[in-house]
């Protein structure tokens, strides 16, 4: 566990747990009723953590807007992006302040992102290169961010599983079949046994026009 921050993990899915087609099309796989939904979770939250998969691929905004409108009040952004390569055309930063974590050396490219309302900030680099999504949480936290919701791909949302990063998990299932071709929600996890799974309880369920709300808690939360 984190111990320094509430993470919910928000996921998307299709009934047998795909985010998107082999091609990376993932827009809409859930309904109008759904993506409300989400708009309401994310008021709920200080900050909203993204990948840069996320980013490249479906170019969010990561804001409030209930019914298509913008709220007033809104959470902290980031986006874990060790190469910075979100680009200056994206709409995160046509929404004001972002936090970017990154492992580069480029500074022009810290002072590209900067210049157009980004905020790079360096952390240490896992063993694979990629910034460290702990630091990330209690850089969060130390801001202010005590409940944090993580929107990611399946990269970014195996690596908080893996790590013991994840309290709650918020899952939106939609009736439809993609096969095994799509792209998963999550990356791997490297288990050896059953035991070593991560284990939830499922604390609530709604259906949502045509998709189904299920909530989750960590057990031994």
């Known amino acids: 566990m984190s111990g320094f921050a509430q993470v919910t993990l928000k ?16 827009q809409w796989i859930t309904g109008p009723e759904a993506r409300d939904a989400v708009h309401a979770l994310r008021a709920r939250h200080d900050a909203v953590l993204t990948g840069i998969g996320t980013v490249l691929a479906d170019d969010p905004r990561l804001t409030v807007r209930p019914g298509g409108k913008k709220a007033s009040a809104q959470p902290l952004r980031a986006v874990m992006d060790s190469r910075l390569r979100t680009p200056v055309t994206a709409k995160l930063l046509e929404e004001g302040p972002v936090t970017f974590f990154h492992t580069a050396d480029d500074t022009s490219r810290t002072e590209t992102l900067a210049k157009a309302g980004g905020s790079p900030v360096r952390l240490n680099a896992n063993s694979d290169g990629r ?4 630091e990330a949480i209690r850089y969060l936290a130390s801001a202010g961010a005590g409940r944090i919701l993580l929107e990611a791909g399946g990269t970014l949302a195996g690596a908080a599983l893996r790590q013991g990063l994840v309290h709650r998990i918020e899952w939106f299932r939609a009736p439809m079949i993609i096969g095994g071709d799509g792209m998963d ?6 288990l050896a046994s059953l035991e070593a799974a991560p284990q939830f309880r499922r604390v609530s369920l709604r259906v949502l026009g045509r998709d189904i709300h299920e909530s989750y808690e960590r057990e031994g939360n």
């Open 131 to 134: 910034a460290s999504l702990k």
């Open 185 to 190: 929600v999550f990356s791997a996890l490297g």
């Open 11 to 26: 996921l998307a899915t299709s009934l047998d747990g795909k985010i998107a087609l082999a091609n990376g099309l993932s």
